[in-house]
C-alpha cells in the first residue's frame, strides 16, 4: 500500500473512532423523567354538620329579613294606597319576605302600619354588626328550632318626608338595635322562619 493509501485509511479508522465506531449506532438516551408537581392535590371542602348548616341558612333568612325591612321602609309611599284599601295589605310582606310567624308576625303587622302612619321614608342601609345561633334543636319530624342574638348598626340611617324634605321624628333614632330571636323551621315550606323577636335599643354592638 502506498504512503497516500494508508494516511487515507488511518484518517478515514480515526474519524470513525470519533463518531462512535464503525456503521454501529448508539443505545437510544433514556428518557428525561417527568418533573415532580408541587401543586396540592384537590380535595373536597369539608361538608357541615347539620347544627352549622342550620346556623348558616338561620344567618341568610336573617340577612334577607333586615333587606326586605330596609326595602320596606325606603319605598313606604308606594304602599300608602294598598294601606288605605285593603286592612291586610301588609301580611304578604310581613310573612313571605320578613318570615315572620306567630308572635313576631303580628309585631311586624303593627310596626309596619306604624311606619306607613309616620309618613317617612328611610334612606340608607342596616349593617348587621354581629349575629349568633345557638340552641339547634331536631325534631323527628324534621322540623327545627333554635335561638340567636343579632346586634344592628343603625348609624348610616336617615328619613325624609315623602316629598324628600328632612323628617320631622318624634324622637332621636336609635344608633343600635339588639335582637334576641326565636325562629323555626317547617319542613313543608322549606325555610327558616321567625317566631319571637325581642327589639331593644343598645349603647353599642360588641
Known amino acids: 500500500m502506498s504512503v497516500a493509501r494508508r494516511a487515507t485509511a488511518v484518517a478515514a479508522m ?28 384537590l380535595t373536597a371542602p369539608p361538608s357541615l354538620t347539620p347544627e352549622e348548616q342550620a346556623e348558616a341558612d338561620i344567618q341568610a333568612t ?29 301580611f304578604a310582606l310581613v310573612e313571605s319576605e320578613l318570615r315572620m310567624l306567630d308572635e ?8 309596619t302600619n306604624a ?47 315623602y316629598d324628600g324634605s328632612p323628617a320631622e321624628l318624634p324622637a332621636e333614632p336609635s344608633s343600635y338595635q339588639r335582637w334576641t330571636l326565636e325562629v323555626t323551621f317547617i319542613p313543608n315550606r322549606e325555610g327558616w322562619f321567625l317566631t319571637k323577636a325581642a327589639v331593644e335599643v343598645t349603647g353599642a354592638c360588641p
Open 14 to 41: 480515526l474519524l470513525l473512532a470519533a463518531c462512535g465506531g464503525g456503521g454501529g449506532s448508539d443505545p437510544e438516551s433514556p428518557s428525561p423523567s417527568p418533573p415532580l408537581t408541587t401543586e396540592p392535590a
Open 115 to 161: 311606619f306607613i302612619n309616620s309618613e317617612v321614608e328611610q334612606v340608607g342601609r342596616t349593617l348587621i354588626a354581629a349575629f349568633d345561633v345557638h340552641d339547634v334543636t331536631f325534631d323527628q319530624d324534621r322540623s327545627a328550632r333554635a335561638h340567636g342574638n343579632a346586634c344592628l348598626d343603625l348609624r348610616g340611617l336617615s328619613f325624609v318626608a
Open 104 to 111: 313576631a308576625q303580628i309585631e311586624f303587622l303593627n310596626s
Open 62 to 90: 336573617f340577612e334577607q329579613l333586615i333587606a326586605a325591612w330596609d326595602d320596606f321602609k325606603a319605598n313606604a309611599s308606594d304602599f300608602v294606597d294598598d294601606a288605605a284599601a285593603d286592612p291586610a295589605w301588609n
